[in-house]
């Protein structure tokens, strides 16, 4: 009887709060509205309130799953979905009801972020009308999990980022699955073009280990951002004294710069050897 007593009460406030604002409130998010008020009306500015396939028709319980149990209880807490509750793959996996549509999103089982227990709503907050969602802007929201990286943009030489723009998301895709070792074409490679190719002789580390086999990628205190302050100290790494002519000693040239000659450094289509073209 109670409960009956509660559900009446809820729909008749209901109904008075449609009455008041006709049409601004789908009837699952008026029921929600007697107590959760303030975040309905934030929800009704986000990007989900506005999304091709919402169901606007049962709204929050979309993702909260029915509400009857909660209402029944008293507004229990414990008889409604709360994500942030979830265990990450399992609360994702609600975001990816609508969401799996999209290439590469967590629903790959090779998703980097999915695999290191990285969930949805870490990063995107579903009740907030901010840009895609996200719970904080640019790199801070990367340096949150990534603070090594984010402090090697405060060297001296570092790539130049907006902190008003994507941040990380320049060159790194946040959904991003397990790939090759290189995607040049589609990070370093979309502003780099030059560096790429396809060249006649391709340098070996670049089709192994990508620019970072010689570029410290996100800031170094050396200039071109390279991995040794020294040029020849980074060529030898590769082309160490046993596989390189004699007369290209370490002594001799410990003051060069081996592009002084080998001026191709990143490919060729003239000189197996990368020199000046």
Same mark, same amino acid.
């Given at each position: 009887?109670?409960?009956?007593? *509660?559900?009446?009460?809820?729909?008749?406030?209901?109904?008075?709060?449609?009455?008041?604002?006709?049409?601004?409130?789908? #009837? =699952?998010?008026? *029921?929600?509205?007697?107590?959760?008020?303030? *975040?309905?009306?934030?929800?009704?500015?986000?990007?989900? /309130? $506005?999304?091709?396939? &919402?169901?606007?028709?049962?709204?929050? #319980?979309?993702?909260?799953?029915?509400?009857?149990?909660?209402?029944? /209880?008293?507004?229990?807490?414990?008889?409604? *979905?709360?994500?942030?509750?979830?265990? @990450?793959?399992?609360?994702?996996?609600?975001?990816? %009801?609508?969401?799996?549509?999209? %290439?590469?999103?967590?629903?790959?089982?090779?998703?980097?972020?999915?695999? !290191?227990?990285?969930?949805?709503? =870490?990063?995107?907050?579903?009740?907030?009308?901010?840009?895609?969602?996200?719970? +904080? @802007?640019?790199? =801070?929201?990367?340096?949150?999990?990534?603070?090594?990286?984010?402090?090697?943009?405060?060297?001296?030489?570092?790539?130049?980022?907006?902190?008003?723009?994507?941040?990380?998301?320049?060159?790194?895709?946040?959904?991003?699955?397990?790939?090759?070792?290189?995607?040049?074409? @589609?990070?370093?490679?979309?502003?780099?073009?030059?560096?790429?190719?396809?060249?006649?002789?391709?340098?070996?580390?670049?089709?192994?280990?990508?620019?970072?086999?010689?570029?410290? $990628?996100?800031?170094?205190?050396?200039?071109?951002?390279? +991995?040794? /302050?020294?040029?020849?100290?980074?060529?030898? %790494?590769?082309?160490?004294?046993?596989?390189?002519?004699? &007369?290209?000693?370490?002594? +001799?040239?410990? !003051?060069? @710069?081996?592009?002084?000659?080998?001026?191709?450094?990143?490919?060729? !289509?003239?000189?197996?050897?990368?020199?000046?073209?």
């Amino acid at each position: 009887m109670r409960a009956f007593v *509660v559900v009446l009460l809820v729909c008749c406030f209901a109904v008075g709060f449609a009455a008041l604002a006709p049409g601004a409130l789908a #009837e =699952d998010e008026s *029921v929600c509205a007697m107590c959760h008020e303030e *975040v309905v009306d934030a929800f009704g500015r986000t990007a989900h /309130a $506005i999304a091709p396939g &919402w169901n606007a028709a049962t709204a929050c #319980e979309n993702c909260h799953g029915p509400g009857d149990a909660h209402i029944d /209880a008293g507004g229990d807490v414990d008889a409604i *979905v709360r994500p942030q509750l979830l265990a @990450k793959r399992e609360s994702s996996d609600r975001c990816l %009801e609508c969401h799996r549509r999209h %290439e590469g999103h967590f629903s790959s089982p090779r998703s980097l972020h999915r695999l !290191n227990d990285v969930g949805c709503i =870490d990063c995107h907050n579903p009740h907030s009308a901010a840009a895609r969602m996200l719970v +904080r @802007k640019g790199a =801070d929201l990367c340096a949150r999990c990534h603070p090594s990286a984010a402090a090697r943009f405060e060297l001296p030489r570092s790539h130049p980022m907006a902190e008003a723009g994507p941040g990380c998301a320049s060159c790194h895709d946040p959904h991003a699955t397990l790939a090759g070792p290189n995607s040049l074409e @589609k990070t370093c490679g979309s502003c780099h073009f030059e560096k790429i190719g396809p060249f006649l002789y391709d340098h070996g580390p670049l089709l192994l280990n990508g620019c970072a086999s010689c570029h410290e $990628i996100h800031g170094s205190t050396n200039r071109h951002l390279l +991995r040794h /302050a020294s040029q020849v100290n980074l060529c030898y %790494e590769c082309h160490s004294a046993s596989v390189t002519p004699g &007369w290209h000693s370490a002594p +001799r040239y410990a !003051n060069e @710069k081996c592009t002084a000659c080998h001026a191709a450094i990143h490919g060729s !289509n003239t000189s197996q050897f990368f020199l000046e073209e």
